[in-house]
């Protein structure tokens, strides 16, 4: 058996880990192993990246969503939710706003809304790459089939986030009724065939999940080579049947951030609103566990409190300006800079079409 120190230092030197040797690092890393694992990830990410943390500029357009998931403020069965959609010139609006401030990289993120069908997804990032040709757009809309996604890539978007949200189908099953757990790893598969900078990611401190979960998460993680992973703690929303159950901790995901940073040294890894809730200073724990990107909120202030995925969430008052600036201080705080840029990840390149 290694010693943790040694086991960590394996994993900084070959980017791998087997089964048995990640389990046994999250069984038995304590509060030095930690900071010694976080020191290794930082160190990796600046060999890769330097100091820019990239800031991407948020805009949750829809609350409307089809799906039942148990865990989601925002699931179709929950009548307490308050429901707003985003027109195509409200959307372009945000994004003018953040292209003001600096912003070369717009995440259009809503629930599974049949309202926008392909026509309309396809015209509006076709004109936001209009309008700001040389800004990156992602997309975050959820599970759709291959003729979609294409469609999607050939308007112009680059990124597609995709959390996988647990790689045990037992564990997926319990969290989303009528979905299939194959469909949606093959959603991912199908993203990274087309071109896009796939993003995958999962919750932490789920109800009954456990460290072998985790164990498949990132040997999962490890065969998709995703370029971007967003992990996050659980956190409970009282209209849900998971109202009652503890929230994930900071310490896990950031112990899990500082994993994936190793296992994929190349990997856009964000510090995310999830942790910045639970914690209040738990985005900065998360950059220097070796993450490199976050993403302030450019939508109407008038909608952001609506699209409550969780409770608590942080930043729903302030308007576009403040959250660039907050950010800022944020990640100053911990040495590192703010990066305004487009921020790909190195190994990607847009397939010619």
Known sequence: MLELRNLIDKLYEENYLNKDELLELLSRIDDAGRDYLMEKACMTRDRYYGKK????????????????????????????????RLSMEQILACCKKGHELGYRTFVLQGGEDSFYT??????IVAAIKKEFPSCA????????????????????????????????????????????FENRIECLWNLKEIGYQVGAGFMVGLPNQTLKDFVEDLCFLKKLKPHMVGIGPFIPHKDTVLASKKAGTVKMTVTLLAII?????????????????????????????????????????????????????????????????CIDRR????????????GDNILWERKIQ
């Open 53 to 84: 943390v990239f800031m991407r500029g948020l805009v949750e357009f829809t609350s409307y969503c089809k799906r039942r998931c148990i865990y989601c403020g925002i699931n179709a069965c929950n009548r307490n939710a308050q429901r707003y």
């Open 118 to 123: 392909d026509e309309i997804i396809v015209k």
């Open 137 to 180: 757009v992602t997309l975050s809309i959820g599970e759709k089939d291959y003729g979609s996604y294409k469609r999607y890539y050939d308007a112009g978007a680059e990124r597609y986030l995709l959390r996988h949200e647990t790689a045990s189908k037992k564990l997926y099953d319990s969290l989303h009724p009528g979905m299939s």
């Open 261 to 325: 940073r190793l296992l994929l040294p190349e990997v856009l890894l964000p510090a995310t609103t999830a942790l910045g809730t639970v914690d209040p200073m738990g985005r900065e724990k998360g950059l220097r566990a070796g993450a490199n990107v976050v993403m302030p909120n450019l939508s109407p202030v008038g909608v952001r409190k609506k699209y409550a995925l969780y409770d608590g969430k942080v930043c729903t008052g302030e308007e576009a300006a403040e959250c660039r600036s």
């Open 331 to 342: 990640i100053v705080s911990v040495g590192l800079i703010p990066d305004m840029s487009r």
